[in-house]
C-alpha cells in the first residue's frame, strides 16, 4: 500500500505544529477543491439517512482521503511527545466497485492497535497539545486512521481537482523518497511503469474476452441452422472452409448438416423448412431467455449497450458494482446468448462495457488507480478504446472512439496509454483469428477503383439521408424507451425479450438476407461482385460496348438483382423497426452492427442505380475520359459510404467514425466520400435533432453529464440558481458555538449532503465547508474510541482553544474542514459557473456576497437551470 508522511522525517516532527500547520497549508492551496457537497442535491439536498447512519458506525470499512485523515486519540503525555515516531504516514483505502466489504474483524485490529502504540505522539495543528482537547490530525499509524474520510457515495460525483491533487502530492512523496535507497527507487520506477502495465494486462484480457465472445457468438448463431457432424464445435464456416465453400447457400457445403438432415429429411422441401423454421424460433427464444434471465438474476446493469453510462462514469459519475466482475461475466456471456438469439443488435457497443469493466478490475492491482476515482477514469478511457479496437479491429479508431465519443478527461498521457491498450487488445484478438479469414479487419473490402467527382452527389445525398434516418431512430427509439420506462411494461422485461424474439424470429426467417447473421450480410453488401458469385446480387450480364475508340465491359442487371432489391427494402423496413424496438430490452445489446446494415442496404440499393445509370448513360459529359476499360461504378462502396452515414446520423461521430471505417473495410483509398457523407450526416442530424442516441440515453436517465461540447448561451446569474433562495433558510454550522448534541440534532432534522461553516449565525461569514458523511464519521468515532466526548462537548474548527473549558473536552474537527472550497459571488453570469463545472470537475460552489455566505450551487442545479433554459423538464435530472 502507498504510504506518504504527514511530515517528512524525525526532525520534522520535532518541529512541532509550526511545520504541521505549513504543511497543511500548502496541502490545502495545492487542493483547493478537497471536499465538495457529497455531490447530493447540495448542501442543501436530500440525501438517505440509512447511508450515512451505516457509515459513522461502520469501522474500516471505507476509504480515508489523502487529505483528510483524522485521528482520534486522547492527547500523549508530554514524555511521549519527546521519544516521538520517525514520521508519520497515512493511506488512502478505497472502496472499490467490485469488493465492498472488509474483513468484520478490523475493528477489533483498530482498537488492539490503538491500545499498542499510545506511544507515539499525535501533535495538534490546531493549538496546544497539552491542553486537554481532542485533536483531529493524520496519525502515524495507517489503523489510527477513521475509516470513509473522502469516500464517494453511489450514485455521486467525484472531486477531480481533489483526487488529482491526491496524486500529486503522493507523486512528489515517491520522487523525493527516490534518493534514500534503492528499493525506494525500485518502488518508484515500479510506481512510474504501473500505468502501462495496467493497460497491458487490460489490452490483452479485452482481445482475449473479445475472441471468445465472437467465437461463442458465431457458433451458437449457426447453431440454429445446423450443426457439423465432424467436429460439433465448429460453426458453419470453418465447417465448410476446407473446401472453400460458399457460405451464402447451404445447399453447395455437404459438411454442414441441416437439422432436418439430422432427422432424416430431406435438405429443402416443405417438411424439413417448417421444420427448420419451428427449430429456428426456438433456438432463439432459448438463448434470449437464457440471457434475459442471467442478466435479471445475477447482473441487472448488464443489460442495454452501456455507452451512455460509460461517458457518465467517465465524466465523474459512481455507480458502484457497473463494472464490476459479476458485470463482465454476466455481459460477455449474455451478449453471446442475445446476438445467436438473432436479435437485431450488435456487440460492439458491449465490448465497451466489456472492456472497461476489465479496465476497472485491473485498476484495483494498483492502488495508484484503484484508490484514486479520478486516475481510474484515465485506465477506464484506454480500456473503451480497446473495446472498439477488439469490436471492429480498428484499434486507431478506438482510440479516436475514446476521445471524441466517450471520454471527458482525455489528458496527452492517456493518449498514448490508449493507443498502446487498443494495439495489445488487437494484435491479440489477431492471433486468436475470430473473423476466420487472412485480414484482421471485419468487412474487408478488395476493390480499389477510383471515384470519380460525380459521384460525390449521391455520397453527400446519402449522408443527407444518413442524418434522417439517424434522427427518426434517435426520436422512435426514446419513445419507446420512455413509454417502457414508465408503463407497466417495464416490470416485465423478461416476457418483453421473448415477445421480441419471437416476434424477431417470425419476421425474420422467410427473408433470406434478414435470416442471415449480420455480419454476413453486410459483408455482402460491401463487397465486389465478380464472375461466378453465387451472391443473389451479383446476377449480372456481363457485355462490352463501344465508346467509339474502344470497347469497355459493362453488367446489366438480371432478375437475381431486381429481386434483391426488393427483398433489400423489405429488410431495411423490418431491420429499422426491430431495432427501435430492440434497443433498450434488458439484454446485452449495441447500435453500431444495426446501423452500419441500415446505412449498408440503402448504400447498396442508391449504388445499383447509379451504376445502371452509368450503364445507360455511359457517354454523358460527367463520364466523358473516366471510364477507361471497365464498368467504374462500385455498387459496394455506395454501402461503405451508407453504413458510415446512417451510423453519424445515429451516434454524431465523425473523425472516429471515418476511421473506424476505412479501418473496418480496408479501403483508405475512399477516406473523402466518407469524410463527406460523415459530415452531411452530422449536419442534417444536428439540425433536426440535437443529441446523439448515447447522449439522449444518459438524458433519458437522469445521468449527471455535463457535455462539453455544448454552449451555455442564457444571461442568467449565479443568485438566480443558488439554494437556498434569498428569503429562505440556510443551514450553516458555527466555527466554535454549537456543541456535539446540536450538530447531531441538525444532522438528523436535515438530510443535506454538507454543510457551510461561518464564523457565526449572526456573523456569517465563510470559514469552509464539511461533509454531513465526514461529520458523522468524525462524531461517532469520537464517542466511541475517546472518553470524555459527549453531547455538551464543543465542536471547534478553529485553532483556537477556549482560555476556559470548565465542561467536557472540545471536539476538533478542522482537519476535515475544507478551507477553500470554490466560491463565486451572486452576480458571477451562470455561463461562467457552468465553464467552471464543466473544465474543473466541480461539485459544488458556494455563493457569497461580500464575503457573507449566501448558499451553495451544485452540479444537479446547473444541469436543472441548463434544462430550464432550453424549455426541458428540470425534474428529469435524477442524481447529482
Wanted: charged residues 20%; aromatic residues 10%; neutral net charge.
Amino acid at each position: 500500500m502507498d504510504k506518504f508522511p504527514l511530515k517528512g522525517s524525525r526532525e520534522a516532527a520535532a518541529e512541532g505544529n509550526n511545520y504541521i500547520t505549513a504543511y497543511q497549508t500548502v496541502m490545502k492551496k495545492s487542493n483547493g477543491h478537497s471536499i465538495g457537497a457529497g455531490d447530493g442535491d447540495h448542501p442543501l439536498a436530500p440525501h438517505s439517512k440509512q447511508s450515512y447512519t451505516a457509515a459513522a458506525t461502520t469501522s474500516l470499512t471505507a476509504n480515508t482521503d489523502d487529505e483528510d485523515m483524522i485521528d482520534i486519540t486522547p492527547r500523549s503525555s508530554p514524555g511521549d511527545l519527546i521519544g516521538g515516531s520517525s514520521g508519520y504516514h497515512r493511506e488512502t483505502v478505497t472502496e472499490s466497485d467490485t469488493e465492498r466489504d472488509f474483513a468484520p474483524n478490523q475493528r477489533a485490529m483498530h482498537h488492539h492497535h490503538h491500545h499498542q502504540h499510545q506511544h507515539v505522539p499525535t501533535h495538534s495543528a490546531f493549538g496546544d497539545p497539552m491542553d486537554g482537547a481532542l485533536s483531529f490530525y493524520g496519525s502515524s499509524e495507517v489503523h489510527d486512521e477513521i475509516p470513509g474520510i473522502g469516500q464517494y457515495e453511489d450514485f455521486h460525483t467525484i472531486d477531480w481537482q481533489r483526487d488529482i491533487a491526491r496524486d500529486r502530492m503522493r507523486h512528489r512523496y515517491i520522487v523525493k523518497k527516490r534518493q534514500d535507497s534503492l528499493w525506494d527507487l525500485i518502488k518508484g520506477a515500479i510506481d512510474a511503469g504501473s500505468g502501462w502495465l495496467c493497460v497491458l494486462l487490460v489490452g490483452i484480457a479485452a482481445g482475449c474476452v473479445a475472441g471468445m465472445v465472437d467465437i461463442g457468438a458465431s457458433w451458437m448463431s449457426d447453431l440454429k441452422h445446423g450443426i457439423c457432424p465432424t467436429a460439433f464445435w465448429f460453426n458453419r464456416e470453418q465447417c465448410c472452409y476446407p473446401d472453400k465453400q460458399s457460405v451464402f447457400e447451404e445447399g453447395n457445403c455437404s459438411m454442414w448438416k441441416t437439422w432436418p438432415e439430422l432427422f432424416g429429411l430431406n435438405r429443402t422441401g416443405t417438411g424439413p423448412n417448417i421444420v427448420s423454421y419451428i427449430l429456428y424460433i426456438l433456438w432463439a427464444l432459448l438463448f434470449a431467455s437464457l440471457s434475459a434471465s442471467l442478466v435479471r438474476m445475477f447482473a441487472p446493469y448488464a443489460c442495454g449497450s452501456g455507452i451512455p453510462e460509460i461517458k457518465t462514469i467517465l465524466s465523474g459519475f459512481i455507480i458502484r458494482g457497473y463494472l464490476g466482475k459479476w458485470t463482465l461475466l454476466i455481459k460477455s456471456v449474455g451478449l453471446m446468448l442475445s446476438v445467436s438469439a438473432g436479435l437485431t443488435l450488435g456487440k460492439e457497443g458491449p465490448m465497451v462495457h466489456i472492456a472497461s469493466c476489465i479496465g476497472n478490475i485491473f485498476s484495483h492491482l494498483f492502488p495508484k488507480y484503484g484508490r484514486n476515482e479520478a486516475k481510474k477514469r484515465e485506465i477506464l478511457s484506454a480500456a473503451s478504446a480497446a473495446g472498439v479496437s477488439v469490436a471492429f479491429g480498428a484499434p486507431i479508431g478506438g482510440v479516436l472512439f475514446s476521445l471524441e465519443e466517450v471520454s471527458y478527461y482525455f489528458p496527452l498521457k492517456t493518449l498514448w496509454r490508449s493507443f498502446f491498450c487498443a494495439l495489445i487488445a488487437a494484435f491479440v484478438l489477431r492471433s486468436l483469428t475470430p473473423f476466420g479469414n487472412e485480414h484482421s479487419v471485419l468487412f474487408f473490402v478488395e476493390y480499389n477503383k477510383p471515384w470519380i467527382f460525380f459521384e460525390l452527389i449521391p455520397f453527400v445525398f446519402l449522408g443527407i439521408m444518413g442524418g434522417v434516418i439517424g434522427t427518426f431512430f434517435i426520436k422512435a427509439n426514446l419513445w419507446w424507451c420512455r413509454y417502457r420506462k414508465f408503463s407497466k411494461l417495464g416490470q416485465y422485461p423478461v416476457s418483453e425479450v421473448l415477445f421480441v424474439t419471437l416476434v424477431t424470429a417470425i419476421i425474420c426467417y422467410p427473408n433470406p438476407f434478414t435470416r442471415m447473421n449480420m455480419n454476413e450480410l453486410i459483408f455482402l453488401l460491401v463487397s465486389k461482385c465478380s464472375s461466378g458469385d453465387s451472391n443473389p446480387l451479383c446476377d449480372y450480364k456481363r457485355m462490352n460496348i463501344s465508346t467509339g475508340t474502344s470497347f469497355i465491359e459493362v453488367t446489366e442487371p438480371g432478375p437475381g438483382v431486381y429481386r434483391s432489391i426488393w427483398l433489400l427494402v423489405l429488410t431495411f423496413v423490418l431491420k429499422l423497426a426491430l431495432t427501435i424496438f430492440t434497443f433498450g430490452i434488458k439484454v446485452p445489446s449495441g447500435l453500431f452492427i444495426p446501423s452500419l446494415l441500415l446505412g449498408a442496404i440503402m448504400g447498396r440499393i442508391v449504388g445499383i442505380g447509379v451504376e445502371q445509370f452509368a450503364y445507360s448513360y455511359p457517354n454523358i459529359w460527367f463520364f466523358t475520359g473516366e471510364c477507361a476499360d471497365s464498368n467504374l461504378i462500385t455498387p459496394g462502396l455506395y454501402a461503405v459510404v451508407g453504413a458510415a452515414a446512417v451510423l453519424g446520423g445515429v451516434t454524431r461521430m465523425t473523425v472516429s467514425l471515418v476511421v473506424i471505417m476505412f479501418e473496418l473495410t480496408g479501403g483508405v483509398r475512399y477516406i473523402v466520400p466518407l469524410m463527406a457523407a460523415a459530415m452531411a450526416s452530422k449536419w442534417v442530424g444536428d439540425a433536426l435533432g440535437r443529441q446523439g442516441i448515447y447522449d439522449a440515453h444518459i438524458a433519458l436517465n437522469g445521468y449527471p453529464f455535463l457535455d462539453s461540447k455544448e454552449e451555455f448561451a442564457h444571461t442568467t446569474l449565479a443568485a438566480d440558481v443558488m439554494q437556498p433562495k434569498r428569503n429562505e433558510t440556510l443551514n450553516v454550522i458555527t466555527q466554535d458555538s454549537m456543541t456535539v448534541e446540536d450538530v447531531e440534532n441538525l444532522l438528523k432534522e436535515t438530510e443535506h449532503n454538507g454543510y457551510p461553516v461561518v464564523v457565526s449565525r449572526e456573523n456569517q461569514y465563510l470559514v469552509g465547508f464539511v461533509l454531513r458523511r465526514d461529520l458523522n464519521l468524525a462524531i461517532g468515532n469520537a464517542k466511541r474510541l475517546v472518553e470524555g466526548i459527549n453531547s455538551n462537548s464543543i465542536v471547534l474548527f478553529t485553532s483556537t482553544t477556549p482560555t476556559q473549558n470548565l465542561g467536557p473536552p472540545p471536539l476538533k474537527l478542522k482537519k476535515i474542514l475544507d478551507m477553500a472550497p470554490i466560491t463565486v459571488t451572486d452576480q458571477t453570469p451562470m455561463e461562467t459557473v457552468v465553464d467552471m463545472f464543466r473544465k474543473l470537475g466541480l461539485r459544488q460552489t458556494l455563493v457569497t456576497h461580500n464575503g457573507r455566505l449566501l448558499g451553495v450551487i451544485t452540479k444537479k442545479d446547473v444541469l436543472r437551470h441548463v434544462k430550464q433554459m432550453d424549455n426541458e423538464d428540470p425534474n428529469t435530472v435524477l442524481f447529482n
